[in-house]
């Protein structure tokens, strides 16, 4: 299997699977017999990784229909009336749009935009994407206390964080 090595100051092996190239950090003291035959063993859960990735991205391709981007608004909207009585703010505005980098953002301006291509995720995932940005009306940054207001209004949230980034 074809890996990029990268060798730094780490205490541990890292394998990482990105753009369908495998990526594997590891100390400089760790010899390369060693990482071969590690990544010989890992080799199933790579190509799983791998097979993951690919579908996830011909997913996120995919178009979004009148009814899917009809369907988002319609959850988007509902969430944030929701979660804004609860946390005590509420955006400018809100847009949903075509975003390369991010699944939503919010401004300094309390502007907050929903990516378009959530409308293929299933409504738990949108919803705390809303609830995301929506904190950071409150907290302008990953603090713990942002972290805390996501958790207080979704308590499965990391779950969700987790599919979302998968
Ligand atoms: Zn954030």
Same mark, same amino acid.
């Given at each position: ?9 780490? #205490? *541990? ?8 190239? =495998?990526? %594997? #950090? +590891? ?14 063993? /890992? ?12 579908? #996830? ?6 178009? =979004? &229909? ?7 608004? @319609?959850?988007?909207?509902?969430? +944030? ?13 809100? &847009? ?10 919010? &401004?300094?301006?309390?502007?907050? +935009?929903? *990516?378009?291509?959530? +409308?293929?995720? !299933? ?5 705390? =994407? %809303?609830? @995301?940005?929506?904190?950071?009306? /409150?907290?302008?940054? @990953? ?9 207080? *209004? ?11 980034? !998968?």
């Amino acid at each position: 299997m074809e890996y990029t090595l990268i060798r730094s100051n780490i #205490k *541990n092996i890292y394998i990482q699977i990105k753009d369908g190239k =495998v990526i %594997v #950090k +590891a100390p400089r003291r760790v010899s390369n017999s060693y990482i071969n035959e590690l990544i010989s063993k /890992k080799q199933r859960w790579i190509e799983r990784k791998l097979i993951e990735e690919k579908e #996830k991205k011909l997913e996120e391709e995919r178009p =979004v &229909t009148k009814e899917q981007a009809q369907n988002l608004k @319609h959850i988007v909207e509902d969430s +944030a009336n929701r979660f804004g009585k609860s946390i005590g703010e509420f955006p400018n505005q809100i &847009t949903i749009k075509n975003m390369k980098y991010a699944w939503g953002s919010c &401004t300094g301006k309390r502007n907050i +935009a929903i *990516n378009m291509k959530l +409308a293929h995720k !299933r409504q738990e995932i949108i919803e705390y =994407v %809303v609830l @995301h940005e929506m904190c950071h009306l /409150k907290h302008m940054n @990953h603090s713990s206390e942002f972290w805390s207001l996501v958790e207080s *209004n979704m308590a499965n949230y990391k779950q969700l964080r987790k599919e979302l980034k !998968r």
